[in-house]
């Protein structure tokens, strides 16, 4: 097998100074499917910019040594002669999908190439055919599931019909359902004889569709070799997880254990309906104090709308929401937020401070609490006391998910709710939070984390709730997975 | 049939609002609103037009007042239907120009492909950016922020500027990444759909200019 890129000892340097790549060599071969896998930060997105020549002809910055790609030297191709042979399916699926229809998406790169509209018509039917996204191709993107959109990207490309094809976190922020979809449509574009280059966070249960494995950590390769021999540094540097085993009072709790007095938030016969559609149907739940419960259910199973009638954003149709007794139907979100704290899938939305610590004390300031000692305890809980000073906008994704839920609460609130908590954080990420949730709960706060994460809601609940369209379908101890 | 081609689309538009702007006297006012809104029922446009109405009526609302205090009621009344009349007559004449035809058209028309890219890549960004100000919005007043409509809350907006802000910043990076990875900068590109105008597009245009013609003649006399 020829060599189609080689890297050789790639050093990169952002503009602003940040050294994403200190000295990198590896080479890709024809036909390879190769796992490119590293904790937030370490490089593996920079990589993927090196290989089609983005870097350095877009992002600037200081670059050395070289990037061979079908014998030519990147330095020396523009990044228009580059596409047509490597191309590159970016992370953020919005940003990706800019046209006004999944069809008007894939024609986009091939009038780029300035094909015949007859060719362009050609290409399009045979890449929605491969991908079987013909139902897809005349929707507006906005109407498009998480892994629909993901395909449709990968389509996007795919019809220039490059020889390399990258793919920057496919799978971030899908569930089950999406990720499996994504990755029956990598093997099959792999069958069909491209080099594909997978760049990923999550390992779990991926990793084995390649064919090579290279493990990246601050800017470096620390592992190249056959996905088989990697376990072992992928547990060693963090990026498999090692949850904290539950403690045994976690046993799970029922009426019986507990008495109807401490039953914190009861909900009952909850019904809602947004844009004429059902989304839940007759939901009905008590969470007792104390309680860890993982709210479970693919995408679209109506976790998120639930969570968000459970502290006033959302009005029900019909049913009832009590907490501490208290009635919170009619309540605005403002008045609920000291009682019940929710943080929601991505930090940037809550951010507007300049500093840390002013995040921190915003939510204080909202509820007019004063807890005397208690941020010190959370920044040393959080691990947040050498960041309080930086501006949240450039930590890395691990430190802004701390740092949101740990600015919930500060406001001290009796429930804790974290919405999908685990979306977009590496495995030292999950293993944290996985560790700050067990403390909480040690110490007797309630939490509710609706997730699709399975292993990370083993850890981090006692109680799983399990919702499918609209409806509870489970309510107990958590069930085995595997 | 060949579809009509959205230049004369376009034109056709252009003579609707021109009607409804040089439009003076009451009775060319109701008989506008009238046609546009019989057109609206019998085109089966009535499920979006009460979703766009939820954000017009506020609008002519506050005009009506507006105009109201500062000229008379009869002023304000024919302002405010004449507002109406051009909000819902563009709004259903951008029903039948979806944004790749309008590109199209203005392609053809000569306008520059960056700037017509633009246009296009905005309308699709809208429900986007609606999506994120929601999204940011809940999750500010998840924070016991209170971002209800009220004087006291001024100051509380910026909870919600900021992070559109830099979400926005953020997004228009990552859209120059994926543009440029498509080979937005190609010198020789193509386009999948031609257009060219045909016979019943001359004639729509001929009929259209004529009508308006003779509608601004009967108005306004000129």
């Known amino acids: 097998m020829g060599a189609c890129i080689q890297v050789n000892n790639a050093q990169y340097a952002y503009p602003g100074g940040r050294q994403a790549l200190k000295g990198v060599d590896f080479t890709i071969t024809k036909g390879e499917f190769l796992f490119v896998c590293g904790a937030n930060g370490s490089g593996k997105s920079t990589i993927g910019y090196l290989l089609n020549g983005l870097i350095p002809h877009f992002f600037g910055g200081s670059f050395k040594g070289s990037v061979i790609v079908f014998g030519s030297d990147t330095r020396k191709m523009s990044i228009s002669k580059l596409f047509p042979h490597v191309g590159l399916v970016l992370q953020n699926a919005d940003a990706q999908l800019f046209n006004s229809s999944v069809e008007d998406e894939l024609a986009f790169g091939l009038e780029s190439l300035g094909l015949a509209p007859k060719h362009i018509e050609d290409r399009i039917v045979e890449t929605a055919k491969m991908l079987d996204i013909e139902h897809l191709l005349k929707r507006p993107p906005d109407k498009l599931s998480g892994g629909e959109k993901r395909i449709a990207g990968i389509a996007s490309i795919l019809c220039i019909k490059p020889s390399v094809l990258i793919l920057d976190e496919p799978y971030a922020n899908l569930d089950q359902q999406g990720i499996s979809k994504v990755s029956r449509s990598l093997k099959k574009i792999h069958a069909s004889g491209l080099t594909i280059v997978l760049i990923e966070q999550r390992v779990d249960g991926y990793l084995k569709d390649a064919s090579r494995c290279i493990v990246v950590e601050q800017g470096k390769i620390i592992f190249d070799g056959k996905p088989g021999n990697a376990q072992k540094i992928l547990v060693s540097q963090g990026l498999i997880p090692k949850y904290p085993k539950r403690t045994p009072k976690n046993d799970f709790p029922t009426r019986t254990l507990y008495r109807n007095s401490e039953i914190l938030l009861s909900v009952n016969q909850l019904y809602c309906d947004l844009n004429g559609k059902n989304i839940l149907k007759n939901i009905s739940f008590d969470i007792f104090k104390g309680q860890s419960v993982a709210l479970l259910g693919k995408n679209g199973s109506g976790k998120t709308t639930l969570i968000k009638h459970l502290n006033g954003l959302y009005q029900p149709k019909q049913g009832k929401i009590n907490f501490n007794g208290q009635c919170l139907i009619g309540k605005d979100p403002s008045q609920i937020a000291a009682m019940v704290g929710i943080s929601f899938q991505n930090p940037n939305d809550q951010f507007f401070q300049n500093r840390v610590e002013d995040e921190l004390n915003t939510g204080l300031r909202m509820v007019r609490k004063d807890y005397q000692g208690w941020l010190e305890q959370i920044c040393h809980l959080f691990q947040l006391q050498g960041l309080l000073r930086s501006s949240p906008f450039k930590l890395s994704e691990g430190e802004k998910k701390r740092v949101a839920i740990a600015s919930i609460l500060a406001m001290k609130p009796q429930l804790l709710i974290l919405d999908e908590p685990t979306a977009g954080q590496d495995g030292r990420s999950k293993q944290m939070l996985a560790k700050i949730l067990e403390k909480l709960s040690q110490e007797g706060l309630t939490t509710i984390v609706a997730t699709h994460d399975l292993e990370f809601a083993q850890a981090v609940a006692n109680r799983w709730i399990i919702l499918d369209q609209g409806k509870i379908v489970k309510d107990g101890p958590p069930v085995s997975i595997g | ?222």
């Not at chain 2, 809104?37 to 009535?46: N, R």
């Not at chain 2, 499920?47 to 009526?57: N, Q």
């Open chain 2, 1 to 222: 049939m060949k579809p009509i081609d959205p230049r004369t689309k376009l034109l056709l538009g252009a003579a609707i609002i021109a009607g409804v702007l040089a439009a003076k006297s009451p009775v060319s006012l109701f008989s506008q609103l009238t046609l546009i809104l019989s057109a609206i029922f019998l085109l089966k446009k009535a499920k979006p037009f009460f979703h766009v109405l939820k954000m017009v009526v506020p609008m002519i609302f506050f005009v009506f007042i507006i105009s109201w205090l500062s000229f008379d009621s009869y002023n304000a009344l024919m302002l405010s239907i004449r507002l109406f009349n051009l909000l819902i007559s563009s709004f259903l004449i951008f029903q039948y120009i979806p944004p790749e035809e309008l590109a199209g058209g203005l392609r053809k028309m000569k306008i520059p492909f960056g700037f017509v890219f633009l246009l296009t890549t905005a309308v699709r960004f809208v429900p986007l950016m609606q999506n994120k100000i929601r999204c940011i919005r809940e999750a500010q007043m998840s924070r016991g922020i209170d971002l209800r409509l009220k004087v006291k809350n001024t100051k509380n907006f910026m909870a919600l500027l900021g992070p559109l802000l830099v979400q926005s910043f953020i997004l228009a990076d990552e859209l120059a990444v994926a543009m440029e990875v498509r080979g937005y900068g190609c010198k020789n590109r193509s386009f999948r759909k031609d257009y060219r105008l045909a016979f019943l597009d001359y004639a729509v245009m001929i009929v259209s200019v004529a009508i308006l013609t003779i509608f601004i003649h009967w108005e306004t006399g000129l």
